[in-house]
């Protein structure tokens, strides 16, 4: 199928608005569930195909809204896009340096569209492309992007509600350096991954992010004729190159998905297998879980969890990877409100991704916030009723939360939930879950 253009404003799937989750809480869970593939290196890589001179095709790309906004942003670019179910096939033939005014409302919708400024200035020395807006859980800054880019020889003019990059090198080609980041960022560091890939000459990344999509990326990377060694560390080298081929690659199962579900079958203390997942991504998230009173077995790809009946409370902070997921931290506090004991729970990554936590409360949870500090009081029973979802994790914490309820939970929100999990609602349902999507 091919993707249209589509200038409308219409990329969140606003008719969602009037969509809920109804869900008949207490219901034991049993069997396996898909795990899709990741939403946070399928994008990363539809951004890296701007670099390829060939066709580039991704296989196990989930199904989500998204990945549809980013397609969208591509095909502005020039960039041919064919789907056909988790497959994408993009030709980046006749691709052509992208216009702010295009692009404005689609890196708006989307975050991450604003690492294809890597991309773009290594392939057309210049690019004008809107700044990416906060969201609810932080300012989202991009300093350690612009600062990094600098040093590759790039400059920056802020207009009024876009950004003007041009690389002012002699032969308008990027040059390698090194560069130490301030903080471990993941966008930034995919970022100066995808722009050093074809710059001339070396580049370092000091103090680099280290989660599994950033060795996705490279491994694609690598495949299209890249020089990419020390994904996954704190230090990468990028030694550049000309030109970029195509590829077929087929992204990683995604570890914040595989999580979610997890926390399901620890929330309504349910024995379920996840299969294709990779226990090696979830390893800080599986020793929390352990910690609780939960079993695991493993097999290749599947991986099994066993909860106890009773499951205990237990302290947790979220931190860059390897530690435990900022991303997995809503859902997390949904099982520690049903846990016995107390627990805190600390958000380190992010300034303001405790949304959920009135929301929680008002299904009976015990939970005072100082700072991005929670205290969370197990009890025995939340109590089903109507809430709000406000970001894409939180919405799926609630639902979480509504498993495990006395009564019914009206879960709003999924238009955030639709962001980033490929058919949610059936894939509880398929476990057992009395769960439907109404409107
Ligand atoms: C990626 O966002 C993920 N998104 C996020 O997932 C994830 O929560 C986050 O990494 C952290 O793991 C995608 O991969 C598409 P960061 P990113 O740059 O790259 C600060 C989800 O729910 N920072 O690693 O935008 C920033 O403020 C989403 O799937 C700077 O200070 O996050 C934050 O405190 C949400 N300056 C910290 O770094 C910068 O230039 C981590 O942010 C960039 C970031």
Redesign the pocket.
Known sequence: MEIKKDSSKIFRNIFLKDCYLEIEGEKLLDGSIRISGA??SA??LMAASILSEGQVNLFNVPRIS?VLIMSKILIAMGINIKSNSNQLKINTKEIIPPSQELLSDLFNAL??SF?CIGPILARFGKADIPLPGGCL??????????NSLKKLGVIFKFKDNYLSAEVITPHKRLVGSSITF?????????TLVMAASLAEGTTILNNA?Q?P?IIDLANMLNLMGARIKGAGSERIKIEGVKTLKGCDYTVIPDR?EAGTFLIAAAITRSPISLFPCEPRHLKEVINKLEACGCKFEYSKQLLRIIPNQILNSVNMNTS??PGF???LQAPFMALMATANGTSKIEET???NRMNHVKELKRMGANITLRNNVATVIGVKNLHGTNVLGS???ATAALALAGLSARGKTKVRGLEHLER?YEDFSNKLRKVGANILKKK
């Open positions: 939403k946070n994008l990363v998204d975050r991450v690492f859980i932080g300012s989202r800054p991009i300093d350690e992007h612009i301030k903080c471990k960022s993941v966008g930034a560091t995919e992010a989660e999509e914040i860059p990877y997921p900022t991303d990554v992010f300034e970001d894409l994790r980033g």
